[in-house]
């Protein structure tokens, strides 16, 4: 239940076209669904995080799709761009008994932009 | 822009050996955080830490695992035994507040390799 599932393991796309990564979860307490973005050598980065009161987020090139009666998440980066080349990671967190919090994490995907 | 920072960015130890990761996490944040990552596999939460105590810890946290906040900047995690298995990338994290605390903010992280 605790488990976030992520797919697909790699990706490539070419210049201009639509990333897509998708992701599904059991546990309804999560509420908070960040995307990292991890480039080889540094620390995942909060890309964009959406939660399951709201179907869509968008932020310029990236978008969260979220449909909470399937369980399921996903990221679009539209017009990708080689620099988009990364890991990215879903990630689901829900609040514990002492008012922090942990990241669950999907597998990632590893996406690369060919030029 | 302020960001966590991690040291060493390598580590190699023998197995048995005790090693002290240290993270300087971002100045006004007050939730503090371990994950590791094995090569190839996902990101694993360790421990949270809030108010100089530990808020939730995974099964990975065990006996041989302690976090210690020694001032007010630094954030440590030791392995005091270490075992081959504990090789990973080890990620530290802060987030701002409670509220905040699904934005969590990542170091470069510390590959520890235990021969």
Redesign the interface.
Known sequence: QQQVKQSPQSLIVQKGGISIINCAYENTAFDYFPWYQQFPGKGPALLIAIRPDVSEKKEGRFTISFNKSAKQFSLHIMDSQPGDSATYFCAATRPNAGNNRKLIWGLGTSLAVNP | EPE?T?TPSHQVTQMGQEVILRCVPISNHL?F?W?RQILG?????LV?F?NN?I??K?EIFDDQFSVERPDGSNFTLKIRSTKLEDSAMY?C?S?RT?LQ?????????TRLTVT
């Open positions: 966590v991690q939730y955080y994950y596999q996902k990101v694993e939460f949270s809030y105590e808020s939730e995974s990620f994290a987030s409670f605390a699904y934005e969590q903010y990542f170091g470069p992280g």
